[in-house]
Each structure stands twice: as structure tokens, then as C-alpha cells.
């Protein structure tokens, strides 16, 4: 019979069966220690994006190499390796062993076994152990206990367990000798924000704002001396090609901070120096700062739509809200893109000191956008609203008259924007001041309010429903 063509791969497969059925060799192992670079790129939602460089001594045939100190959190499906230097290493099965050692994990595997209890004497009670499933339940000396006294001693640890995460792969090499490993890989469990302070002057006209990112890292693993590049945008997940293929826009930044770059639809900041990661660590990096901004300072009443409906109870005083506002532009000392975050808003006592005035979360702010800041409410400003009149003028259209109370005890004076969310279809009949149509279904008035004065907003309107 002429032999017939045997394809490469089916050589390896049985080699590789060769090795699983023969003793084999201890395995290769490569931990932390042998890495010589790491990137680790951080979503803003639970994922980070890690490629690393171990030195590894690779013998030649087929082996086991176990990968430690991976994240607890790795996506083992999202694994990319490859070795530049050896072309002929192939990764022909992996697995991904987490079933860690603890005093559970230990004595679940002991079910069904005997095990023993050193006295304070040194003797020694032979015991079985007859399960796990509410607590151990033990068979001493022809009896059920769930107690025994002494110190519990096994004669070895079970096989298959592990005291941290660890990636264990079947390669193979036709090449002995050292190489470097490449592999990337994806972790849950980082995450991070932007946050700002937003200091202002002390007639709050003026702000320097200053902007860090928090970095929080509970995926399980820590990485020293990491390149950390950060991606601000809702991404669902992003291929490693794609971060490597990005077409930079560079921005001026501080030696040693981050430099700015458009990746695709988001934005990608990268320290210019190396940093560690540890796990369960949140950490604190400066991101940029702009001094001398235009802050603008707002006042807002909002009306709520049931009051067009004859509803609600209007005899408690509805608040005054507070607002900053200023925008991202580089003509105001930023025009930078601003990732989501939360800004806190600090202004200066008599005295000069720094007081908490408020704090409101962004979204993901381009450049040219204008951010505005929910801080709180005003203490001097008070409103008083009232339904002065509703009547039924048509079978579906009803006429609601509203007599708005605003009294100023600031010493200057304000302009409150009261903003009234109508719905149904609506028609201003009378207002006492211009009403302004924001959209179909709300209506806006600019009411000013002098210094220790009072003004009354009047007006009536049809609804529709």
C-alpha cells in the first residue's frame, strides 16, 4: 500500500498526546518576574484591554507553560500570544484554572477521605469526612460529629488547585532557547473616571479648573510599572487591533502626564510615564488644568407638567436651583475634550478659604459644548406659586392661570429662568413678561428680581389634550 500523506498538524496533535499520556516534564512557568513591558488600557465601563512582554526559556517539542499572575477577572476567550522571535510556536490548547486554595476548596476535595485531629497531647483521631454541603460532617470512632477537637491535619494538598489564577497552555516549539512572549487579553474589573474641581473666584465670575482621573483596579491582578492609557467613551468592547491602529491628534501636555489622541469615535489618554497598578487600589493622576475660565451663574424655577392637569399640591415653596455653566471652547482657557465625571464646585469665603458649593456628574463633553453644574439650591431666593384661575373652555381644551412669587433677599440682583412643562398642546393667551417657546411642550420666562424686591409672574395659558 503506497503510504499516504501525513498533514504537520496531525504530528503535533499526537505529540501532544504523547505528552498528556507520558510523564511529563515539569512545565514551563513564567510569572510577573519575567515581564519586560505591560500596556494597560482602561474603559470607563469595567473593562481594560492588557498586552504584555514576558522573557521566557522555551524548550523545544511540546510542553506545558503555565502563564501566572493574570488578573482574577481575565476573559481567557479574548487571548491573543504570540512569540516575534520563533515563528514556529504554535498555542495548541489553553486552560484557565481558578479553583483557588482555600480551608472550603481544601476540604471539599477531602469528601469521602480520612484525615486527622493533632491533640494538645501530640495524639492523633482518625476521622472521615462525609461532606461539605451545610458545614463538615465528620465519622470519628463509629460516630456522626460535626465538632472534633484539635488541630485539623491532612496528609497533602488536593491536586488541581491553585494559590492564584494562572493560564496553563499546551505550545509547541521547534526552537529552544529564550524568546519573548507576546499576549493580550481582557479584564473586568478596572474601571475609571474623570473628576474635576472647579474653583472659583469670589465674585464667581472666573475658574481655574483642575482635572484628574481615577483609576480603579479590582480585576484581581496588579501590574508594575504599567503604560496606562485610558479610553473615555461607552464602548462594548474593543479589539487590540483597533487601540494599535489609532490615528493620533496630539495635545500639549505637562511632562510626564497624559497626552490626548483621537481613537476612532472616542478618545485615548496616555501617560507619558510608567506607573503600577495594584489591585484593589484606586489611584489619583493628574490630567490637566485650565486657569481663568468664564463661569456664568444661573437661577432656575421649574414648573412640573401635572400642574396643567388641575393636580398637585403647590403650597410648599418649590426651590430656586443653582447652576454654573461655561464653555468648552479654547477661546475660554479649555477646549479640551472632557470625559464623563464629576465636577465639585468650591468658591472663597470673606476670609479666603475654600467652601463646598456644590457638585453635579457630566456626561462626555466634546469640545465647543457647553457643561453646566447643578450645585444646589438658593438659599435667598424664595417662589411662592399659585393656580389663580382653571375652566373647561372646550370639550378638550381647558385654560389654567398661574401667579409665580419671586422675592430676592440677595444683595444684588438676579434673573430666574422659570421654566413650565405644559405638554398637550398649548396656546399663551396673556403673561405679565415675554414667554419664550423652548420646545412643543415647554415654555420659559427670564424674570428679574432686583435687590431685596419682588417681582410676580402672570400669565395664562390654553392646554389641549
Not at 398637585?312 to 454654573?324: C, K, T
Not at 417681582?455 to 389641549?464: A, E, F, I, K, Q
Amino acid at each position: 500500500m503506497t503510504p499516504r500523506f501525513v498533514a504537520p498538524w496531525f504530528i503535533v496533535a499526537l505529540q501532544a498526546v504523547a505528552v498528556l499520556a507520558a510523564d511529563a516534564p515539569p512545565p514551563v512557568v513564567s510569572g510577573a518576574a519575567a515581564r519586560r513591558g505591560v500596556d494597560v488600557t482602561v474603559y470607563n465601563r469595567d473593562l481594560a484591554l492588557v498586552r504584555e512582554t514576558r522573557a521566557v526559556d522555551l524548550p523545544a517539542g511540546v510542553f506545558r507553560l503555565e502563564f501566572r499572575d493574570v488578573p482574577a477577572q481575565i476573559d481567557p476567550v479574548t487571548l491573543l500570544v504570540n512569540a516575534p522571535g520563533d515563528k514556529s510556536f504554535d498555542l495548541l490548547e489553553q486552560n484557565y484554572e481558578f479553583d483557588l486554595m482555600s480551608r472550603q476548596r481544601i476540604l471539599e476535595k477531602y469528601v469521602g477521605k480520612d484525615l486527622s485531629w493533632i491533640q494538645e497531647d501530640g495524639k492523633r483521631v482518625q476521622g472521615t469526612l462525609l461532606g461539605m454541603s451545610d458545614g463538615p460532617v465528620f465519622r470519628v470512632g463509629g460516630e456522626i460529629v460535626f465538632d472534633v477537637p484539635g488541630r485539623l491535619a491532612l496528609p497533602a494538598l488536593p491536586a488541581n488547585l491553585r494559590d492564584r489564577p494562572t493560564l496553563v497552555w499546551l505550545a509547541s516549539s521547534e526552537r529552544k532557547g529564550a524568546t519573548d512572549l507576546e499576549a493580550s487579553y481582557v479584564t473586568h474589573g478596572m474601571s475609571w473616571q474623570a473628576d474635576y474641581v472647579l474653583q472659583l473666584d469670589a465674585a464667581g465670575q472666573r475658574g481655574d479648573l483642575q482635572a484628574w482621573v481615577s483609576v480603579d483596579n479590582r480585576s484581581g491582578g496588579a501590574f508594575e510599572d504599567a503604560k496606562l492609557l485610558l479610553v473615555a467613551g461607552d464602548v462594548n468592547q474593543v479589539a487590540p487591533k483597533q487601540v494599535m491602529m489609532a490615528e493620533m491628534s496630539m495635545m500639549a501636555t505637562r511632562d510626564g502626564g497624559f497626552v490626548q489622541e483621537e481613537l476612532y469615535d472616542y478618545h485615548m489618554y496616555t501617560l507619558q510615564r510608567p506607573t503600577t497598578l495594584l489591585d484593589n487600589q484606586i489611584k489619583q493622576i493628574a490630567l490637566f488644568e485650565a486657569q481663568g475660565m468664564k463661569v456664568e451663574r444661573h437661577y432656575r424655577l421649574t414648573g412640573q407638567e401635572y400642574y396643567f392637569r388641575g393636580m398637585g399640591d403647590m403650597s410648599q415653596a418649590p426651590p430656586v436651583e443653582v447652576f454654573y455653566s461655561f464653555a468648552n471652547r479654547a477661546s475660554n482657557a479649555l477646549g479640551k475634550p472632557l470625559p464623563a465625571g464629576v465636577v465639585r464646585v468650591y468658591g472663597k469665603s470673606a476670609s479666603g478659604g475654600r467652601q463646598l458649593l456644590g457638585e453635579d456628574r457630566i456626561n462626555h463633553t466634546p469640545v465647543d459644548e457647553t457643561v453646566q453644574l447643578h450645585t444646589g439650591n438658593a438659599f435667598d431666593l424664595v417662589a411662592k406659586r399659585v393656580r389663580t384661575d382653571s375652566s373647561k373652555v372646550a370639550d378638550d381644551r381647558y385654560r389654567y392661570s398661574f401667579a409665580i412669587t419671586l422675592r430676592n433677599h440677595k444683595t444684588e440682583s438676579v434673573v430666574v429662568e422659570v421654566v413650565e412643562s405644559v405638554g398637550g398642546f398649548w396656546e399663551m393667551k396673556a403673561s405679565s413678561l415675554p414667554a419664550k417657546k423652548v420646545d412643543a411642550s415647554t415654555i420659559s420666562f427670564a424674570v428679574p428680581v432686583a435687590a431685596g424686591g419682588e417681582t410676580v409672574l402672570t400669565y395664562t395659558v390654553d392646554v389641549r389634550y
